[in-house]
């Protein structure tokens, strides 16, 4: 039975990602502190759980020992406090990714699968390709962006097989319903369920590029079971829809009862990824398709 470590196990993409590693046979270990103040967390009871920091080394180095792959999705993903709180967020996602890949190569784990974010390209015009210049606006993407750097290094300078995926604006089950454009179906489908307007920002032209929960975490294991040429460990993949849909698009979709609030500075107007590379090489695509979802929630909530 394989074994899988998860950091961030119990929060939205991480659960999602443990109960189908479960579903399909590994012996699952999840790591994590329920940090996130915007989220409701979601222990697997077939996993073991653990409450424990990832930049205390000491706390988890031994639940490293037999594992083959590791997943590390555990990160300060709120924008507004990485902002706020800069050296903080350079702690929990600089250094705790430099301690779980610590904690992995010395483990002998066969592979490192590292969640990263699509708010690398900033302001870039799309579609954006791995191979596109950096843009990092905020401290979030700037620290999450340097981990990458980790990984890569760890790669060449360790021989540890790692895996980075930048994953673009993320939706489905157990999405939180606070925060920015990756939880904006949470927040809609939560605004129509309690009979309020629905709040778009600006005009609602703005174009998202939306990935389902359910196909990252098939990226992931993917990536845990397929042998890539050795010359993509320690590279990009992004995980995307590849194709995009407006703001006001989604909205009619859930209801007809809208309000317009002020457009927010420092937002791209569009997302819009290229994943040539991640189906070549992974052999990986979407498979949900984002209307059939809304409509199904939609009818589910009526």
């Known amino acids: 039975m394989p074994k899988s470590l998860v950091t961030g ?7 999602n990602l443990v109960d189908m590693l479960i579903d399909i046979g590994h012996e699952v270990v999840v790591i994590d502190n329920c940090s996130a103040d915007n989220e409701t967390f979601y222990w697997n009871q077939k996993a073991k759980n653990y409450s424990r920091d990832i930049c ?3 706390a988890i180095r031994k639940l490293f020992d037999g594992v083959d792959y590791v997943f590390h999705l555990a990160a300060e993903a709120r924008l507004q406090n990485s902002i706020q709180n800069p050296i903080e967020t350079a702690h929990k996602n600089f250094v705790g990714t430099c301690v779980v890949l610590q904690c992995a190569k010395e483990a002998g784990v066969k592979k490192f699968m590292y969640s990263s974010t699509s708010s690398a390209y900033g302001l870039n015009p799309p579609p954006n390709s791995e191979e596109d210049p950096r843009d990092c606006l905020n ?23 790692t895996v980075i995926f930048r994953y673009f604006n993320v939706y489905g089950e157990r999405s939180p319903v606070t925060g920015q454009y990756s939880l904006v179906l949470g927040i809609f489908l939560d605004q129509a369920r309690r009979g309020e307007p629905l709040t778009i920002v600006g005009d609602g032209s703005q174009r998202r590029d939306f990935v389902h929960v359910k196909d990252i975490s098939y990226a992931n294991i993917l990536a845990a079971e397929t042998e890539i040429p050795e010359e993509y460990y320690g590279t990009i993949f992004n995980v995307a829809n590849g194709k995009n849909i407006s703001i006001l698009e989604l909205a009619n979709m859930i209801s007809n009862n809208h309000v317009f609030v002020p457009e927010r500075s420092g937002e791209a107007k569009t997302t819009l990824a290229t994943i040539d590379k991640i189906k070549s090489i ?3 695509e979407p498979k949900i398709n984002i209307e059939k979802w809304i409509n199904d929630n939609v009818n589910r909530q009526n």
């Open 282 to 284: 992974l052999g990986w």
């Open 9 to 15: 196990g119990a929060g939205f993409i991480g659960s």
């Open 139 to 161: 401290p979030y993407a700037t620290t999450k962006i340097a981990a990458e750097d980790l990984c890569t290094l760890y790669t060449k300078l360790y021989g540890l097989k």
């Open 56 to 58: 205390d080394y000491k």
